[in-house]
């Protein structure tokens, strides 16, 4: 929007200097034209009254006499050529001499029968003219410039608005805040944040009200669970029949499975709602795990070094991206070796990469492929820390890949922070999403 109307008011502004610049400059033109045709028509009359007193007293007329009209005191007024043919006497001429094919001439022909001949520069005059013109293009110049200062001034002000009300709708769509809304003198758009703020109300209610049944749902359906689970435990262990041990141990491993979907639905449900993105700068971030784990490090005499993030910021959730963080640092701490090193960069324009690395043996071969499958374990372990660890980041939209086996390198892609926003005084306070084209989820 904001280039749209930027580009039609540079447009507008330069169909209305055209179409008032051309007339004006061929106006001025004109102007001068006849400015200097005036002049030069005055000139000739004043030097033809005055050899017309000279021939009637019969005295000469000389170049000293005609000298005095050749420039005037006006600096504007061009010099002139001057012939003057007495009725009696030689031609007298003074002036500078023009090239009679460019010339513009007024003759005064008096009633002695003197003949007054007076000449300007018609390149002169051409220049003069020029000049004008000119002057009027200069101006329509500096007038634009001013009208686009302007028209640019006027978009930004009233793009800002709108990417704030765009900001609050896409966290309205995350569910975990509402909006903070501020008059921006523009009726209509007001009129639009105050229906946004109104139906973040209603849906704050309605997913609300979600979680709570989610909430109650899940207590109402465990605990009866978690009794027939330990009574089918108790009849396990005390009954000497064996096929009833053998039906308790498989009503045991329905129940549980049935608390598996419980969960999984609960889970699913807090997904669903999403939301939990916010601005988080890894500065911070990279200090509170330098923080938990050097020490640890320190004690394996292993050494953790992060890198500066500088003001680099991404979007993700807090608590979500500490753990992946917290996930890979002791899976090098433990399969890896040297300097474990964590780093940022910034892939893209819309991207951010977060780098885990170390100088151990790196993934064998063979477990690469499968690294984040459940269960896949290179030691001890259940082998759900990195696979957990992958769906988080998914969970934020972004992805978790071993970009390099030998030595080990994993990356976290997350979405960076929109440039053209500024978060600290754009976006409304609260957790949100990106503004723009959206990421594909892995």
Same mark, same amino acid.
């Not at 050749?70 to 031609?91: F, K």
């Not at 608590?319 to 890979?328: D, E, F, K, R």
């Given at each position: 929007?904001?280039?749209?109307?930027?580009?039609?008011?540079?447009?507008?502004?330069?169909?209305?200097?055209?179409?008032?610049?051309?007339?004006?400059? +061929?106006?001025?033109?004109?102007?001068?034209?006849?400015?200097?045709?005036?002049?030069?028509?005055?000139?000739?009359?004043?030097?033809?009254?005055?050899? /017309?007193?000279?021939?009637? +007293?019969?005295?000469?007329?000389? $170049?000293?006499?005609?000298?005095?009209?050749?420039?005037?005191?006006?600096? &504007?007024?061009?010099?002139?050529?001057?012939?003057?043919?007495? !009725?009696?006497?030689?031609?007298?001429?003074?002036?500078?001499?023009?090239? *009679?094919?460019?010339?513009?001439?007024?003759?005064?022909?008096?009633?002695?029968?003197?003949?007054?001949?007076?000449?300007?520069?018609?390149?002169?005059?051409?220049?003069?003219?020029?000049?004008?013109?000119?002057?009027?293009?200069?101006? &329509?110049?500096?007038?634009?410039?001013?009208?686009?200062?302007?028209?640019?001034?006027?978009?930004? #002000? %009233?793009?800002? !608005?709108?990417?704030?009300?765009? =900001?609050?709708?896409?966290?309205?769509?995350?569910?975990?805040?509402?909006?903070?809304? /501020?008059?921006?003198?523009?009726?209509?758009?007001?009129?639009?944040?105050? $229906?946004?703020?109104?139906?973040?109300?209603?849906?704050?209610?309605?997913?609300?009200? *979600?979680?709570?049944?989610?909430?109650?749902?899940? @207590?109402?359906?465990?605990?009866?669970?978690?009794?027939?689970?330990?009574?089918?435990?108790?009849?396990?262990?005390?009954?000497?029949?064996?096929?009833?041990?053998?039906?308790? #141990?498989?009503?045991?491993?329905?129940? $549980?499975?049935?608390?598996?979907?419980v969960d999984d639905l609960l889970s699913s449900s807090r997904k669903a709602a999403g939301g939990?993105?916010?601005?988080? @700068? %890894?500065?911070?971030?990279?200090?509170?795990?330098? *923080? $938990?784990?050097?020490?640890?490090?320190? #004690?394996?005499?292993?050494?953790?070094?992060?890198? !500066?993030?500088?003001?680099?910021?991404?979007?993700?959730?807090?608590?979500?991206?500490?753990?992946?963080?917290?996930?890979?640092?002791?899976?090098?701490?433990?399969?890896?070796?040297?300097?474990?090193?964590?780093?940022?960069?910034? =892939?893209? #324009?819309?991207?951010?990469?977060?780098?885990?690395?170390? /100088?151990? *043996?790196?993934?064998?071969? @063979?477990?690469?492929?499968?690294?984040?499958?459940?269960?896949?374990?290179?030691?001890?372990? &259940?082998?759900?820390?990195?696979?957990?660890?992958?769906?988080?980041?998914?969970?934020?939209?972004?992805?978790?890949?071993?970009?390099?086996?030998?030595?080990?390198?994993?990356?976290?892609?997350? &979405? =960076?922070?929109?440039?053209?926003?500024?978060?600290?005084?754009? %976006?409304?306070?609260?957790?949100?999403?990106?503004?723009?084209?959206?990421?594909?989820?892995?």
């Open positions: 929007m904001q280039r749209r109307l930027l580009q039609a008011t540079v447009w507008a502004v330069a169909v209305a200097v055209i179409l008032i610049g051309v007339p004006v400059g +061929i106006l001025s033109a004109v102007q001068v034209r006849q400015a200097i045709e005036s002049n030069l028509e005055t000139r000739t009359q004043a030097i033809a009254r005055t050899v /017309e007193r000279r021939v009637a +007293i019969n005295a000469l007329v000389t $170049e000293d006499l005609l000298e005095v009209w050749v420039n005037e005191a006006d600096s &504007s007024a061009l010099p002139v050529s001057i012939r003057v043919t007495p !009725p009696r006497g030689s031609v007298v001429e003074v002036g500078p001499t023009f090239d *009679e094919r460019y010339v513009v001439v007024n003759t005064v022909n008096t009633v002695s029968g003197a003949e007054v001949w007076v000449a300007v520069s018609g390149q002169a005059m051409a220049l003069r003219m020029a000049q004008s013109v000119l002057f009027v293009a200069v101006s &329509s110049v500096f007038a634009f410039l001013a009208a686009v200062g302007l028209a640019r001034y006027q978009a930004r #002000r %009233l793009a800002a !608005p709108l990417i704030y009300l765009a =900001a609050s709708a896409e966290q309205i769509g995350s569910g975990q805040v509402r909006p903070r809304t /501020e008059e921006s003198g523009i009726e209509e758009i007001d009129l639009v944040a105050a $229906e946004l703020s109104r139906t973040s109300d209603r849906l704050a209610a309605r997913l609300a009200a *979600e979680r709570q049944f989610s909430a109650d749902a899940s @207590h109402q359906l465990r605990t009866p669970l978690t009794a027939l689970s330990m009574r089918l435990e108790e009849i396990q262990m005390l009954s000497g029949d064996e096929d009833v041990r053998e039906e308790a #141990r498989i009503a045991l491993e329905q129940v $549980e499975r049935l608390v598996g979907v939990t993105t916010e601005v988080v @700068h %890894l500065r911070d971030v990279f200090q509170q795990q330098d *923080e $938990e784990w050097g020490p640890t490090y320190a #004690r394996s005499k292993r050494t953790l070094v992060f890198e !500066p993030a500088g003001s680099t910021s991404v979007l993700a959730t807090p608590g979500a991206l500490a753990q992946v963080l917290a996930t890979l640092l002791e899976n090098s701490l433990k399969y890896g070796d040297g300097i474990t090193r964590v780093a940022c960069r910034t =892939a893209s #324009r819309d991207s951010v990469v977060i780098e885990v690395s170390d /100088e151990g *043996e790196g993934v064998p071969p @063979h477990l690469a492929p499968r690294i984040f499958e459940r269960s896949v374990t290179a030691g001890k372990g &259940s082998g759900l820390g990195l696979a957990l660890a992958r769906d988080l980041v998914a969970s934020d939209g972004g992805k978790l890949d071993l970009v390099q086996a030998v030595p080990a390198v994993f990356s976290i892609f997350l &979405s =960076a922070v929109p440039s053209q926003l500024d978060p600290d005084q754009v %976006l409304p306070p609260g957790s949100l999403v990106a503004v723009g084209r959206r990421r594909r989820r892995p």
